[in-house]
């Protein structure tokens, strides 16, 4: 069943937000999900956290870096086009409770996933301290929706190019310095960023939660692909997951099955060039 | 009286290397042939070793004369999946063993007759079956795999509306996922799934029941639910390593083959990595399949390592011959002990120690041992697990009252009916990984249940 795209735009350089209509996937999501794509019959299945939804407009929102191939052809796409299967939601929702102030991190894409958690842990009463980063002031997405979300907002670039010169985990860090008590971190972004803020909490003591990202194919627990390493326990980040204590995850092991096809990449891209130059 | 007649195949060398079916099908003369051999016994002993009880010797009597549109016909009225069935059901433990003619070695190959009669049908075309008169029941099926499908098909014959909830992109569960191209091709699996399509049933893929909608949830908005989740949860070993680069879950690697059409990459997106030498631990048909399919992809060694000797492989004997020819090298009495790491976390080596087979256990199987002092190392840059699958426990979020089994499986009567009232299930989900044609009983058996209960009602 074809799933029609109500709106594409990019947001930064390489990035792209798309709002699809999948009304049953929209109605059953809440904030920590995920949802799996696949643009045609050739293409293969794509894991996205999901970054909003609205169960009255049936719609699902994601936000994506354009990376490998199919990530690039999907931002090809426009309004009105229609992706061929749009799987969701799967993986467990996030843990939102009440428990005073939570520090929300978001780096890079990964302030995607972090928007919807802000409102959750805001309607549950918490408040929520928002950190986001990116390399650039031009990379980072969702400012606005943020500032308006979060009891507070804090904003750093690698470059210094806007707010905090340096990484968000450095932000983090100083507010808990401050000796102001947080209850709980939630980092979301790139597995260095995670594995970094990881090590950053810890000797704090303050829970900390990471959503992973590995390479799944069905996402419902069948495959296996998407293993990871909790407290020396295998577990499966599809239904497991994704979301998992910082403390016991194995970034190392995380971050070297993120990159097993690496070269069939590669491979793929260089078909999809020359497609693309011997045809349209 | 004449001796069966051979399966044609696909030459070993030739097939190596591709993805096209290997046994290639009896011509009509062969079928005509092999037909003459059944007795058509008064009493039939090979129907009672049918999951579908289907009318065996009814339709050899009719090819013997030709009449192959009466033979399929004879097939459909109970198995709404004969071209599958003719293909991966084991006859050899289930009608062929009972045959009369068995005890001489000489059994009628039964399930290449059916075969022939699917792909005689399908040849010419499949005439649409007429819908059954609307009871105006409407029941859900969870699962598009061999069980659910069967259920929705005798369903739907039934006159009740169905609806398919599956949670991939595409339908057959195992048959599309699992089971390779060569041995079943995909284009018989979506000719099969269209006609029970045509039997009014309605497919909704992409929907993941336990996610989108609970069971509790499809209890209220249908009159009974059939549950067919298949075992889809991969069994690993625990042993170090196994979460290495190039170690796969069998589930996964012929997920990506066959679902995915990975062995078409770049042309279809999902990637795999091909290896040189690869080992398959695991001695079911899954294990052949896996190897099979990893020989194809390029591999120069493939080997299946199994804990017990020659004799107790799981496998069909068929599919373990068919390997054997292609060139897999069968490693028994074999277990790997760790797979050993190479260069960024890749797979270098397994690590493996002989087995010797003590008193048979309580399964009747005879336990193996290790041996001490005989590690070994083989070399490989792929493995691919295949000891197993159990029931994925997705469906069991907001199903109130299921009871369970201690692996993870859906408890049952002896009519398929659950715990809960109008929840009928069936298929590896109740019994564990098993085969797909007791999986299409377990739909059948449900069917009659729900048909019964909605009769009634």
Redesign the interface.
């Known amino acids: 069943m074809p799933y029609t795209i109500l709106e594409k735009k990019q947001i930064a350089p390489q990035v792209h937000l798309m709002k699809v209509l999948a009304p049953d996937v929209a109605k059953a999501s809440k904030a920590g999900q995920f949802i799996i794509l696949r643009i045609d019959e050739t293409s293969e299945r794509i894991p996205l956290t999901i970054a909003d939804f609205d169960a009255n407009e049936g719609s699902v929102t994601i936000i994506f870096q354009e990376m490998g191939k199919t990530t690039k052809q999907l931002a090809g796409m426009t309004d009105e086009d229609v992706l061929q299967d749009f799987v969701g939601p799967l993986g467990k929702p996030a843990d939102v409770r009440k428990l005073g102030t939570v520090i929300l991190v978001g780096g890079g894409v990964g302030i995607a996933p972090v928007y919807p958690q802000v409102k959750a842990y805001r309607d549950a009463g918490n408040k929520v301290i928002s950190i986001i980063g990116a390399r650039n002031k031009d990379l980072l997405i969702l400012e606005d929706e943020m500032r308006a979300a979060s009891d507070e907002l804090y904003v750093a670039t690698d470059d210094g190019s806007k707010g905090h010169h340096g990484f968000v985990t450095e932000v983090a860090k100083n507010i808990l310095d401050s000796g102001k008590k947080i209850a709980r971190i939630v980092v979301i972004g790139p597995p260095i960023l995670m594995k970094v803020a990881a090590g950053m909490t810890a000797p704090y003591g303050v829970e900390t939660i990471v959503s992973l990202n590995p390479i799944m194919i069905d996402g419902t627990g069948m495959c296996g692909g998407c293993r990871v390493s909790v407290g020396g326990e295998t577990r499966f980040a599809c239904v497991d997951g994704p979301e998992f204590d910082a403390h016991k995850v194995d970034f190392n092991l995380l971050m070297s099955r993120l990159g097993i096809y690496r070269s069939e990449e590669a491979q793929c891209q260089e078909n999809h060039n020359c497609t693309c130059r011997g045809g349209n | 009286m004449a001796g069966r007649q051979a399966m044609p195949h696909q030459d070993p060398m030739e097939r190596v290397r591709n993805f096209d079916e290997v046994a290639l099908g009896y011509t009509r003369e062969q079928a005509i042939a092999e037909a003459a051999r059944c007795l058509e016994c008064k009493n039939p002993k090979c129907v009672q070793g049918c999951p579908v009880n289907v009318d065996i010797p009814g339709f050899i009597a009719q090819m013997k004369t030709g009449n192959f549109d009466g033979a399929i016909a004879t097939i459909k009225l109970t198995n709404s999946l004969p071209a599958v069935c003719g293909r991966v059901c084991p006859q050899e433990v289930q009608c062929e063993e009972l045959c009369v003619l068995a005890k001489k070695g000489e059994q009628v190959s039964i399930g290449r007759l059916e075969r022939f009669c699917a792909d005689h049908e399908r040849k010419k075309g499949v005439d649409a079956p007429v819908k059954a008169q609307p009871t105006g029941k409407r029941v859900a099926v969870i699962g598009a795999g061999p069980a659910g499908l069967t259920a929705a098909a005798d369903l739907a014959k039934a006159g009740h509306a169905v609806t398919v909830f599956e ?3 595409d339908t057959g569960g195992v048959l599309t ?1 699992g089971i390779p191209e060569f041995r079943l091709p995909k284009s018989i699996v979506k000719d099969e799934v269209r006609f029970i399509g045509q039997l009014g049933v309605d497919f ?5 029941i336990g ?3 609970t069971l509790d949830e499809l209890r209220n908005d249908f009159d009974a639910v059939f549950i067919g989740t298949g075992a ?3 069994n ?1 070993m ?1 042993i170090e390593g ?2 290495l ?2 170690v ?2 069998a ?2 690697f012929l ?2 083959v066959n ?3 990975a062995y078409l ?9 091909r290896g040189k030498h690869v080992i398959v631990v695991g001695g079911g048909n899954v294990a052949m399949d896996a190897a099979r399919s990893a020989l194809r992809l390029g591999a120069e060694e493939v080997s299946i390592v199994y804990r017990r000797g020659e004799d107790e492989l799981p496998a069909r004997r068929e599919e373990v011959e068919n390997a054997k020819e292609e060139g897999i090298v069968f490693r028994l009495l074999t277990n790997p002990v760790r797979i050993l790491a190479g260069e ?2 890749t797979v270098k080596g397994v690590e493996c120690i002989r087995m010797e087979l003590g008193e048979p256990d309580r399964s009747g199987r005879r336990s193996p041992s290790p041996k001490a002092g005989s590690e070994h190392i083989i070399d490989a840059d792929i493995v691919i697990i295949a000891i197993g699958t159990s029931p ?3 469906i069991l979020s907001g199903s109130g009252g299921l009871q369970v089994g201690p692996r993870g499986t859906i408890v049952t009567d002896g009519s398929a009916r659950t715990s809960l009232e109008n929840v009928c299930a069936g298929g590896d989900a109740v019994t564990g990984a098993a085969t797909v044609i007791s999986a299409m009983g377990a739909g059948k058996l449900a069917a009659r249940t729900i048909n019964d209960h909605l009769r009634n009602d």
Do not use: C
């Open positions: 949670s991939l992109h996922y909704k893929v992409d929907y993941v996610k989108i909608k889809g949860l991969p690993f625990g196994e979460n680069n190039g796969y879950s589930n996964e997920t990506r679902l995915m059409k990459f770049p042309e279809h997106g999902t990637p795999i990595k960024n976390m994925n426990p997705m």
